[in-house]
């Protein structure tokens, strides 16, 4: 048969396949088509650019710029971030379904340059790894690590380290008149709690050298964390940028000449420390960890931790002093409970105080410690309430205005109300694993994400705060009262403006 034969023959079949194609196109077009048609747009605010989208319409303070957008659209908005795509979501109902029920398709992270491929070794640790069985792995150790009960070995520490916070606030509030800023002092006490928990050590004082070094090798990377560092993951043609800028040069050096010699030198201490520790507690029960593995996990809980809950006391600090009624209820519910039993309440025995508790949780939803929390990313398409979130996408919760969302916080949303908890005293670690009703906010995240160090968090931040409470009075500095209605964009955290207070001895 020649080629014209062949041609001849082969053409009712290529004819055939053709209509055929042509027919499951049109079919598949219009499912696609009947699927979209049915669907809700998630809406997007105006102010976007070419090519850049929402990226320079942020602002200094993007959560609260995009909390009005929620206000103006709804509790679900779609950002054009260069050539990603951001949903956020300020409705905790919606969130709990995309990000909960919907966990096996939102739990991913972005791997960007600095976070994932440089900072984590490729998605190592627990932060930034991809859902994998490596994640379990490394997750499993770390909830075994941190769990109650080895929390509990250091109880007695924790306590002492507690009172050396209200000894500084209070020696330091003496001499001077003016009122002092105590952000430094509750980095102290966070990051020796967790030191001593991760390492098995403390720092004696703020000019310690060694604290000087691990406390601006955290603040070094938080900033390299910053988008600036990262554009070229929202606009490629910075990739040419970074080239000629050398960032990509100075984040590799951050690396290699900051975070891993520091917290490498806190590992192999932590090693041949007296008593127990995180990092023997892993060698010792046979997690087999990696020397990057190790390290990665150390730098995330030592980091997070110390900066997360340091903000978080800060805020309430200027918060009680603006509502001293509320410092009085708080006081004398401490001072009944060592009337009976001689001494300061265990976390244990949290729930004898719960005025205290109540104010705690409010001070935390009030003013909520991080803008939208660490981002998740969708691996697949999710379908939730009529909308749908491509593939792709990163999905981010406001924090801002979800912890003032009406429908969630009926009563009052925008006020401080310490009583709200009153009848939910429970922790957050039995909170998060409940339904999202029961919530009494979202600082730690959500569904297989969820921060694994949340009684850790609650434990140091309940016996420092309740130390100080029983013995000192908070009152405003020479500038006047703590100014809680503006904020500073720290990155990750959302802290006060700096302020001044006046630690003054409660005479019990």
């Known amino acids: 048969m020649n080629k ?23 079919i598949l077009h219009s499912l696609l088509h009947s ?5 809700k747009e998630i809406p997007a605010p105006g102010p ?4 850049v989208g929402h990226l320079f319409s942020l602002g200094n303070m993007p959560a609260e710029t995009v909390s009005q957008w929620h206000k103006e659209l709804g509790p679900i908005i779609q950002l054009r971030m260069g050539v990603q795509t951001w949903v956020s979501i300020d409705s905790p109902a919606l969130a709990h379904k995309v990000m909960v029920t919907n966990g096996s398709k939102a739990s991913h992270r972005n791997e960007n340059e600095f976070g994932y491929s440089l900072y984590s070794f490729g998605g190592k640790g627990v932060v930034h790894s991809q859902p994998n069985a490596a994640w379990k792995k490394v997750r499993a150790a770390v909830a075994a690590a941190i769990a109650p009960s ?13 009172k050396k916070l209200v000894d500084a606030l209070l020696e330091t509030s003496e001499k001077t008149n003016v009122g002092i800023f105590p952000f430094k002092d509750l980095q102290l006490y966070i990051m020796n709690t967790v030191a001593l ?12 050298p060694t604290f000087i070094d691990v406390s601006s090798t955290i603040d070094e990377g938080f900033k390299l964390s910053g988008v600036e560092c990262d554009m070229a993951n929202y606009l490629p043609i910075f990739t040419i940028h970074n080239y000629l800028t050398g960032i990509r040069k100075v984040l590799i050096k951050y690396l290699a000449e900051r975070r891993d010699p520091v917290f490498g030198s806190l590992i ?24 990057e593995e190790t390290l990665v996990i150390f730098s995330d809980l030592t980091g997070a931790g110390t900066d997360t809950n340091s903000v978080y006391l800060c805020w309430t600090i200027a918060i009680m002093c603006n509502y001293p009624e509320a410092q009085k209820r708080i006081a004398a519910e401490i001072d009944n409970f060592v009337e009976r039993h001689g001494r300061l309440p265990l976390f244990s025995e949290r729930l004898e105080l719960p005025f205290c508790i109540s104010a705690m949780k409010e001070c935390m939803r009030y003013k909520p410690i991080t803008a939208f929390g660490i981002p998740h990313l969708a691996n697949e398409d999710i379908v939730v309430d009529g909308y749908i979130i491509p593939k792709g996408a990163t999905i981010i919760s406001n924090m801002v205005s979800m912890h003032k969302n009406p429908e969630f916080y009926p009563d009052r949303p925008e006020e401080f109300v310490p009583e709200r908890f009153i009848n939910a005293l429970g922790t957050s670690v039995a909170a998060s694993k409940g339904k999202v009703e029961d919530r009494d906010h979202f600082n730690f995240g959500w569904g297989r994400r969820i921060c694994p160090a949340i009684h850790m968090a609650e434990v140091e931040t309940f016996v420092g705060f309740v130390e100080l409470m029983s013995r ?15 904020a500073e964009n720290g990155g990750i955290v959302v802290s006060p403006i700096p302020y001044k ?3 003054t001895k409660r005479k019990n």
């Open 35 to 39: 699927k979209n048609k049915f669907s």
């Open 472 to 486: 000192c009075f908070i009152e405003p500095g020479e500038d006047g009262m703590p100014n809680i209605n503006k």
């Open 48 to 51: 976007a650019y070419p090519y």
């Open 197 to 208: 928990i991760g390492f098995g050590r403390t720092f004696p004082a703020k000019d310690d």
């Open 268 to 291: 192999k201490e932590a090693y041949h420390a007296d008593g127990p520790n995180l990092v023997k507690y892993l060698k010792e029960n046979g997690y087999d960890l990696s020397e």
């Open 150 to 162: 080895q929390i509990e070995l250091h109880m007695a520490s924790i306590q002492d380290e507690a």
């Open 4 to 26: 014209v034969e062949q041609g001849k023959a082969l053409a009712p079949i290529i004819a055939g396949t053709t209509v055929a194609l042509y027919i499951s196109y049109k």
């Open 501 to 503: 207070v006046k630690f």
